[in-house]
């Protein structure tokens, strides 16, 4: 065998898998190769697309959370102001009651006062009655001087 023959046997050969080769392998390889180039940049802009979804998410959420502060304290002072108004009428129930309760005992007194002033003159028109008998030295009918007993109270 001929050193030239095998060279050019090797050749042709080398030639035709470079053939099948560009034919049949490589664009399959190139496709593969550019799909995954596609959906390699495809989940790049999908990140970038979900960082300034999740920056604009968390911009809402942090105007959403200061809104409800504000909110919260609205409400707090509102409460406040509630419960300031709330003590506020208690005080002045409770004075209106202790008023109420105040002239009830004042009238109260002034009846008992009414009545031991009564009880009073009636006890002192007995005595009278008693002291007028015993300077008399004789016994006066209460009932026969009803007039002047009852002039005798009402000067009491």
Do not use: Y
């Not at 409460?79 to 105040?102: C, F, L, P, T």
């Amino acid at each position: 065998m001929n050193l030239n023959v095998t060279m050019v046997a090797q050749a042709v050969t080398f030639f035709v898998f470079i053939f099948f080769c560009a034919k049949f392998v490589w664009p399959p390889m190139v496709k593969a190769i550019e799909a995954r180039q596609k959906q390699i940049a495809d989940g790049l802009t999908a990140a970038e697309e979900g960082k300034k979804s999740l920056e604009s998410a968390s911009k809402q959420a942090d105007a959403a959370i200061a809104q409800a502060r504000g909110r919260a304290t609205e409400i707090v002072a509102q409460a406040e102001k509630r419960v300031s108004q709330m003590i506020e009428e208690a005080k002045n129930a409770a004075k209106a009651e202790g008023d109420r309760e105040k002239a009830a005992a004042k009238s109260e007194i002034e009846q008992e006062v009414s009545r031991a002033k009564e009880t009073l003159r009636t006890q002192v028109a007995t005595l009278a009655v008693a002291g007028a008998e015993k300077i008399l030295k004789r016994e006066v009918d209460a009932k026969a001087h009803a007039d002047i007993l009852s002039d005798v109270q009402k000067q009491l």
